[in-house]
Nanobody, 126 residues
Framework: QVQLVESGGGLVQTGDSLRLSCAVSGLRFTLDHYTIGWFRQAPGKEREGVSYIASSDGSESYADSVKGRFTISRDNAKNMVYLLMNSLKPEDTAVYYC?????????????????WGQGTQVTVSS
């Protein structure tokens, strides 16, 4: 059974940084065989893609709203995926989720992801 557990969220001020972690277990193959994505959902809004790291070459993709501020990375040995968030803004406030795309479509489309964590709250005060 695949499990994803996010951690690292919290309450911070504008301009601060946070590093979110996603612990992945139960995958059939090593972490680098899958595309892993980070998503977020703010109250009253739809879930949106933030970033993903592709399986094959580890290429990264970011939503325009976070480009230059957020960095995704993974540690295959530890089965961990991270999201380093710098220069946080109040509009980054949301529940953040990590997810696995078994088909390696390398997309920001949340419907293409198969397994999800429970989320971690990030709140950025102005």
């Amino acid at each position: 059974q695949v499990q994803l557990v996010e951690s690292g969220g919290g309450l911070v001020q504008t301009g601060d940084s946070l590093r979110l972690s996603c612990a992945v277990s139960g995958l059939r193959f090593t972490l680098d065989h899958y595309t892993i994505g980070w998503f977020r959902q703010a109250p009253g809004k739809e879930r949106e893609g933030v970033s993903y790291i592709a399986s094959s070459d580890g290429s990264e993709s970011y939503a325009d709203s976070v480009k230059g501020r957020f960095t995704i990375s993974r540690d295959n040995a530890k089965n961990m995926v991270y999201l380093l968030m710098n220069s946080l803004k109040p509009e980054d406030t949301a529940v953040y989720y990590c997810a696995v795309d078994y088909n390696n479509l390398a997309t920001m489309n949340s419907f293409m992801y198969n397994s999800w964590g429970q989320g971690t709250q990030v709140t950025v005060s102005s």
